[in-house]
């Protein structure tokens, strides 16, 4: 599987950014063997739902849904808290987010498979929690910054999938993977140098970036318990005749 840590520290030296001492000693800690997302068991699960036309359909779905909710959550802190240098930054952010959004559900008609879309009054009640949000602008920044190394490195656990699986309807989708996983990088290196600003000039937020990096862990490995109970529920209707999906499977996309 892949050294999350590694590559990231190779991505921060391409780049040039001189990590500070205590970036470096949390990052080693957290992204070290026990990273849900760089286990077989990701791989595996990745494996199986790529497995099933449907259950790609669903992931491109849910990871089309949760790019916009990224996005409009970046949204709402960046213009109540980022000073104007990172506000451009987050901006940014909220565009290709929205961006990656399109791009997912537009690889739908690969699987055979079109969107069904929900209730609008769920969908309405879904919005109105989405934007019922807000935190502390350092915080968010962490967290952003831990979910997306997360995003790229599943972004290439789905094309290794594809590749190693040969996924021959997918293999169109691979370019399109790869321009989203460009730009998550973007987003894992933008939130990573203003993490380090922001630990250089008071390492209080030490403790923040330790907690987001195991919340976000804990997490995906409560995704991947809900991703095996989902296709518990799920698989024996897997082979079903019903050419359209909706976005049910919450539990299914890990992407954002
Ligand atoms: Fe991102
Ligand atoms: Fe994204």
Request: a negative charge; proline letters at 2%.
């Given at each position: 599987?892949?050294?999350?840590?590694?590559?990231?520290?190779?991505?921060?030296?391409?780049?040039?950014?001189?990590?500070?001492?205590?970036?470096?000693?949390?990052?080693?800690?957290?992204?070290?063997?026990?990273?849900?997302?760089?286990?077989?068991?990701?791989?595996?699960?990745?494996?199986?739902?790529?497995?099933?036309?449907?259950?790609?359909?669903?992931?491109?779905?849910?990871?089309?849904?949760?790019?916009?909710?990224?996005?409009?959550?970046?949204?709402?802190?960046?213009?109540?808290?980022?000073?104007?240098?990172?506000?451009?930054?987050?901006?940014?952010?909220?565009?290709?987010?929205?961006?990656?959004?399109?791009?997912?559900?537009?690889?739908?008609?690969?699987?055979?498979?079109?969107?069904?879309?929900?209730?609008?009054?769920?969908?309405?009640?879904?919005?109105?929690?989405?934007?019922?949000?807000?935190?502390?602008?350092?915080?968010?920044?962490?967290?952003?910054?831990?979910?997306?190394?997360?995003?790229?490195?599943?972004?290439?656990?789905?094309?290794?999938?594809?590749?190693?699986?040969?996924?021959?309807?997918?293999?169109?989708?691979?370019?399109?993977?790869?321009?989203?996983?460009?730009?998550?990088?973007?987003?894992?290196?933008?939130?990573?140098?203003?993490?380090?600003?922001?630990?250089?000039?008071?390492?209080?937020?030490?403790?923040?970036?330790?907690?987001?990096?195991?919340?976000?862990?804990?997490?995906?490995?409560?995704?991947?318990?809900?991703?095996?109970?989902?296709?518990a529920d799920n698989l024996l209707s897997l082979n079903t005749a019903k050419d359209r999906v909706a976005g049910g499977g919450a539990a299914i996309a890990l992407v954002g």
């Amino acid at each position: 599987m892949f050294n999350v840590l590694a590559d990231l520290i190779d991505l921060y030296e391409m780049k040039g950014v001189h990590l500070c001492e205590a970036y470096s000693d949390i990052a080693s800690e957290a992204l070290d063997v026990s990273l849900p997302y760089s286990t077989p068991a990701m791989y595996g699960m990745v494996a199986t739902l790529f497995s099933s036309e449907k259950m790609i359909a669903y992931n491109l779905i849910q990871n089309s849904i949760d790019e916009a909710k990224g996005a409009a959550r970046i949204k709402i802190i960046a213009e109540r808290y980022a000073p104007p240098a990172l506000e451009v930054k987050m901006n940014k952010h909220v565009a290709e987010e929205m961006k990656h959004s399109h791009q997912f559900l537009n690889l739908l008609p690969l699987t055979g498979y079109t969107y069904e879309r929900e209730d609008k009054q769920d969908n309405k009640k879904e919005l109105n929690n989405i934007l019922d949000f807000d935190d502390d602008l350092q915080k968010f920044i962490c967290r952003v910054h831990s979910i997306e190394i997360r995003s790229w490195t599943v972004l290439r656990i789905y094309m290794k999938v594809i590749e190693e699986l040969k996924i021959s309807r997918m293999e169109k989708a691979i370019a399109v993977l790869q321009d989203i996983m460009n730009e998550e990088i973007t987003h894992v290196l933008y939130t990573g140098e203003q993490i380090i600003k922001w630990l250089n000039e008071d390492d209080k937020i030490a403790t923040v970036l330790k907690d987001c990096f195991a919340h976000t862990s804990r997490e995906t490995w409560h995704d991947l318990a809900n991703m095996s109970n989902y296709l518990a529920d799920n698989l024996l209707s897997l082979n079903t005749a019903k050419d359209r999906v909706a976005g049910g499977g919450a539990a299914i996309a890990l992407v954002g």
